[in-house]
């Protein structure tokens, strides 16, 4: 049998708490009812799920979904061998077998064609049928279904069907408030407070110009990656300029308005 | 000039007096004062050139006036432009007298010393003389056949504008600007003179293009983002001309920030800033001056409150202006500490002891101190005054922001404590007080003795008389009401109509004018085209074998290897299947000029809409065009301007040729009725495009929260039918609001006069 431990998160990730998600996290679980993670990108979704199975003490299956995949790519195939031939579990089928926490990351970048296999899996019926291996697994009583996605991407040619939408319980994050945003920083970079507080200010510099040129804001993630280098001794204007300002913009005069608030923020 | 009787001379003065040996009464009365002012400025020889130059110019036979504006004005030109300079303003006199253009002698004189502070070197002020000569040769006329030559009419106009043009223009842009009047006007005296006068059109273009400095019409957007994104704040932004109006420094009031329309880089002499030591210079650029000034008065707009002036003198009210702009600059560079470096570069620095407090009025010069000592804090003032005040500041700015209150209560005791005989004297220090990038505080004050009663009673509700529209019957729509939490259910009428029709050749000369733009977007038009028949490759099962994969896999699988089982393609229809609702805003708003463009906000939409019909027909999605205003929930208008079935031709475009803006904006109503339309398309996506320039609202709806909640609720009931909606907002301020009713979908245009660019592209990049 698939050895369980290997998809248990063994280490307690740092997760810090918005609000009651926690609690109504686990509310879900208990009822093994399927969740939804909305949010703009690197903005803990993934950290979240994650933090969750860990203090569930749950095995957790994640894939990163993608244009390409196809639906055997989550529930698997039959592969030929000398000896002929020899079915393989995707990722979901032995999510559903062995009771984890199936993360299906980034939901809406595969094809709705693709999405649809899910739906047994989330209604009552909580089965999976392999439709070629002629089998329909019942779900460990442990299993759950996570989705993730990003309504920020805006194309409506990315966007989750209704019958998929309306399968879920849903939790809507978004970037952390300023100071909690600063203690993030801190812990995962270990910086101190001020220096964290700077950046956090550059960040929402970035994010009040959403809708004005930017599709989306400055990420925690690259914030912490900001905070890595100047941890690592790159100065906080370079470290910023090359974390914050240069990956999300090609726009000149985007890109000048945030070197200001750069240079206007570190002295 | 009446005299009376011959000024006296005094002994001292008598042999200079001698020296420039003329008789006219009008000079004697003025020398004594002249040559006093003079010999503060110039050497003792610079003085003899003086007098010697005055002397060929009285005696040029021009009469008495070049010699008198000479001795006022030549001490001037000779400390900024050297002494040398005395000698060049006679030659280039005397050369004008001999010619024709003596004339322009006077106006020469007149303006010259201003025109030697802009320049400042005697190089360019030769620079000047020389581009001067080469204005009058080139238009000095003489017709042919006859020995007389005519006046240039340019050159006395030239000279009085000068100053005024060197403010604005490098000394090559002025030849620029002079060469273009002199080459285009030679035949026309009247036109030329209009020109040389700054009148004519095409000189006041001519101006701006040959100006230099950082100009705003090019970096609103810029400014625009800064607004935004450092202090979520914006307006529209009203530039200035430093050149052309009485106004000096920036200002806002309810119509926009008003900024001037250029600052030039700014070349400090010291590494600190203005009239310091210290070795090094230090460049501000013009971006950086406007960010300087925009700061300033975000900080005043976040900060600020207005106060009752009506009790407060204009000393202490002086004293409140300085208080509070140091206030709200401390807690902008608390948010922004890097803006320190900012404004003490801008800010002037007041020298302790160049004013005499016995003598002058000095109560501006003991704020400005304050001021830099607050920005400044190695300024090393020594005025006790001064350093108690910054003390006592700087402890009330360590508790907290403060308030604008406070600010008056400490300037009140400030002046009160440091009042001095000579502050009411008329003769008040200026030097180095000015601090030219913060606003003229008029939002600090409010007059309550001017005050305008009448506008504090409520007009009685306006409804505006409802033309008879001639239509389908009503249909009722419900509408949220976010206090109850609930429907209320048929509460709008909706009344759809056809819209008025125009001249459909209006749209396609839209079109014409926009056809580069068209061109451009075409290139991308035909990218998103739908090919029938797309191939998938890298299907386990499909509708035939894809020979590369299938080999690959066979040698895999032969050579011992696991073979990769996705050997089948399929092909798949690429129909896009998306239908398009595009639903404007028709409501008064849009009368108004766009922001930066001399076109109304309708027009540029009108333009905008019909690029995008364009755009959408060639790409072939089903798309409907509707048009919405309100008046009252008793009667919104939906005006139909292109259905689905319809294809589009020129009755379509004569609806949208005929686009007109009035009334209010009941936007969910509106949405919800185009959603009962776009519903029944058959396609995958439906989209539902709202153009809009602010708020919802209609005049019998006081609780501005209220219609914004239900254009919230409609968006999620269009969300449940499967009808993607997005908002392209026109709103400057539309931050507070369009979140709240559209969460991620929507973009702000800040420069409505991209809106023709933007919207297709908009469109496209929502349905790749
Ligand atoms: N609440 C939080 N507690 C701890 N770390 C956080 C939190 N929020 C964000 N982070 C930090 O931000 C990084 C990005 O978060 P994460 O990978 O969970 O983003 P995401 O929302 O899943 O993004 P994407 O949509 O791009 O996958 C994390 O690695 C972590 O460093
Ligand atoms: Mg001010």
């Not at chain 2, 600007?177 to 036109?191: K, L, V």
């Not at chain 2, 209006?506 to 090919?531: M, N, T």
Request: glycine share 6%.
């Amino acid at each position: 049998m698939t050895n369980l431990d290997q998809y248990k998160v063994h280490q307690q990730p740092f997760y810090q708490a918005q609000g009651d998600e926690v609690a109504l996290y686990e509310a879900a679980y208990s009822a093994r009812l399927p969740v939804m993670v909305k949010g703009p990108t690197g903005c803990g979704k993934s950290r979240f799920i994650e933090y969750m199975a860990w203090k569930l003490n749950k095995p957790l299956i994640t894939v990163a979904c993608n244009e390409d995949m196809t639906a055997s790519d989550l529930v698997g195939r039959y592969l030929l061998d000398a000896n002929g031939t020899r079915w393989l579990d995707g990722p979901l089928t032995t999510a559903a077998r062995i009771g984890a926490i199936c993360y299906l990351d980034e939901i809406v970048e595969a094809r709705q064609d693709t999405t649809v296999v899910i739906h047994p899996l989330t209604d009552h019926r909580r089965t999976l049928p392999l439709d070629k291996k002629g089998e329909l697994i019942a779900a460990h009583p442990d299993f759950q279904l996570v989705i993730s996605y990003n309504p920020g991407y805006q194309s409506l040619m990315k966007d989750l069907k209704q019958s998929t939408k309306q399968r879920f319980t849903a939790f809507e994050f978004d970037y952390p408030a300023a100071e909690m945003e600063a203690g993030i920083l801190g812990k995962e970079a270990g910086i101190e407070l001020g220096l964290a507080t700077q950046l956090v200010k550059i960040g929402q510099v970035a994010r009040n110009l959403k809708g004005h040129g930017l599709d989306e804001g400055i990420s925690t993630r690259l914030l912490v990656y900001a905070a890595t280098l100047i941890k690592g001794g790159v100065a906080a204007k370079a470290a910023c300029r090359m974390a914050l300002v240069r990956p999300i913009t090609d726009d000149a005069d985007i890109r000048d308005t945030l070197d200001h608030a750069i240079d206007a923020t570190f002295v | 000039m009446l005299v009376s009787e011959p000024a006296t001379i005094s002994a001292e003065l008598q042999p200079y007096w001698e020296r420039l040996n003329v008789g006219f009464p009008q000079v004697r009365a003025v020398f004594a004062e002249c040559l006093t002012e003079a010999q503060a400025l110039l050497s003792e020889e610079g003085i003899n050139s003086y007098i010697d130059n005055a002397r060929f110019l009285g005696k040029m036979g021009r009469g008495v006036e070049p010699i008198l504006v000479y001795l006022e004005e030549a001490p001037t030109v000779a400390q900024h432009a050297g002494e040398h300079s005395l000698l060049m303003l006679k030659d280039f006199a005397y050369l004008l007298s001999k010619s024709t253009n003596f004339g322009a002698i006077v106006p020469f004189l007149q303006t010259v010393a201003a025109v030697s502070r802009r320049l400042h070197s005697q190089e360019l002020l030769q620079q000047y003389l020389d581009l001067s000569r080469q204005l009058m040769e080139d238009t000095t006329s003489s017709v042919h056949g006859h020995h007389k030559t005519f006046a240039s009419p340019a050159l006395p106009e030239f000279f009085k504008q000068a100053p005024k043009l060197l403010e604005i223009l490098s000394l090559q842009g002025l030849k620029n600007w002079a060469d273009y009047g002199a080459r285009y006007y030679n035949d026309h005296p009247e036109r030329q003179i209009e020109y040389f006068a700054l009148q004519s059109a095409d000189s006041k273009a001519v101006l701006q293009r040959e100006r230099h400095g950082t100009l705003l019409v090019d970096n609103e957007r810029k400014l625009d983002l800064y607004m935004h994104g450092l202090w979520q704040d914006g307006d529209p932004f009203i530039p200035y001309s430093v050149a052309f109006d009485e106004l000096r420094v920036p200002y806002f009031n309810a119509e926009g920030i008003r900024l001037p329309d250029v600052y030039d880089d700014l070349q400090l002499p010291s590494p600190t800033g203005r009239g310091a030591g210290g070795e090094g210079t230090l460049v501000i650029s013009g971006i950086d001056r406007y960010r300087a000034a925009l700061a300033h008065i975000a900080a005043h707009r976040r900060w600020s409150k207005p106060v009752i002036a009506d009790n407060i003198s204009p000393f202490q009210r002086m004293a409140v202006e300085f208080f509070e702009d140091i206030r709200v600059e401390q807690l902008a560079m608390k948010l922004y500490p890097g803006l320190r470096k900012l404004f003490m570069a801008l800010h002037p620095i007041p020298i302790e002891d160049a004013c005499d407090p016995d003598q002058q009025s000095a109560v501006r010069h003991r704020l400005a101190m304050v001021s830099r000592a607050m920005l400044d804090p190695a300024c090393g003032y020594r005025n006790k005054d001064v350093c108690e005040i910054v003390a006592r500041f700087q402890r009330i700015m360590a508790e907290g922001e403060s308030s604008t209150l406070e600010m008056v209560d400490l300037a009140i005791s400030f002046i009160a404590r440091t009042r001095r005989q000579a502050d009411l004297s008329a003769n008040v220090y200026f030097d180095n007080t000015e601090v030219d990038y913060r606003d003229d505080n008029r939002h600090l004050w409010i007059f309550i003795e001017e005050g305008d009663e009448e506008e504090a009673f409520d007009k009685p509700e306006q409804v505006e008389q409802k033309e008879v529209f001639s239509g389908l019957p009503p249909r009722h729509y419900p509408e949220w009401d976010y206090s109850a939490q609930n429907y209320r259910p048929d509460w709008v009428s909706v009344y759809e109509g056809l819209h008025p029709s125009g001249n459909a050749a209006d749209i396609d000369r839209l079109l014409e004018k926009h056809a580069a733009l068209a061109k451009r977007l075409k290139k991308i038009l035909d990218l998103l085209k739908p090919q029938d028949k797309v191939r998938i490759r890298y299907q386990e099962e499909g509708s035939e074998l894809d020979l590369d994969v299938a080999i690959r896999s066979l040698i895999d699988y032969k050579s011992g290897a696991q073979p990769d089982p996705r050997i089948n393609m399929s092909h798949r229809n690429d129909g896009r299947s998306i239908a398009v609702m595009v639903l404007l805003d028709l409501s008064e708003s849009l009368n108004e000029k766009a922001a930066g463009s001399p076109q109304t906000i309708l027009e540029l939409s009108q333009e905008a809409v019909s690029l995008l019909g364009w755009a959408v027909e060639k790409l072939g999605d089903p798309f409907a065009i509707a048009g919405f205003h309100s008046n009252t929930r008793h009667d919104v208008r939906y005006l139909h301007i292109k259905g689905y079935s319809e294809k589009w031709d020129d009755s379509v475009k004569a609806r949208l040729a005929a686009m007109d803006a009035s009334f209010s904006t009941r936007m969910g109503a509106a949405m919800r009725h185009a959603a009962h339309y776009l519903e029944q398309q058959p396609t995958d996506k439906k989209l539902m495009l709202i153009l809009t320039d602010g708020q919802p609202a209609d005049i019998d709806s006081k609780d501005g929260e209220l219609l914004i909640a239900d254009a919230r609720q409609a968006v999620k009931e269009l969300d449940r039918q499967g009808i993607y909606s997005y908002c392209i907002n026109l709103d400057p301020k539309a931050d507070e609001y369009v979140a709240d009713i559209f969460g991620r979908q929507y973009t702000i245009i800040d420069n409505i006069a991209q809106l023709p660019q933007k919207l297709p592209e908009l469109f496209i990049s929502l349905t790749k």
